[in-house]
């Protein structure tokens, strides 16, 4: 929403001060809405309807970003500890991925970079947490990641 709000300020060439003016809602409340202090969610249909005219938009764009479901905990998770990994790991893990994916022949060595990656970026770099390296080992070598049990 927060973004919503301010993108359409900036299309549309104006100030928070002139939409307040224009649709009749108070500055703070614009305000407190376009740097995300008030959840659009929780206004007044009035004040969304308001808003909306003045920015020629419907009342469904101005809203639809705060009813949408936020991303659960684990994948949370998952995008911070499988993403902006030290360069050499993210590497292993997106070509361990795409073996997977494609059924490599290889999958044995590149099971086998990860893992030295991993360790790597745990104990010598310190690039990454011991939590962090659990999950990644869990979830590829140990896992679901891991098809052959050979490992």
Known sequence: MIMEINKLL?????TKYRLSVL???PHATLSELCNGKTNI???SVETIYKLAKALGVSMETLVEDAF???PS????REKSYEYGLPEYLQSDLDA?????????????????????SINMAEISDGAITPEH?????????WGGGNTDGAH
Do not use: H, T
């Not at 390296?133 to 070598?141: E, F, G, M």
């Open 10 to 14: 900036q299309e549309k060439g104006l």
């Open 133 to 141: 390296a659990d999950y990644l080992r869990q979830k590829y070598l």
């Open 23 to 25: 649709s009749g809602v």
């Open 96 to 116: 361990f991925k795409e073996g997977l994916k494609n059924g490599s022949s290889l999958i044995d060595c590149l099971w086998g970079e990860l893992y030295g």
């Open 68 to 70: 949408k479901p936020q």
């Open 73 to 76: 905990i684990e994948e949370l």
């Open 41 to 43: 969610g929780k206004c």
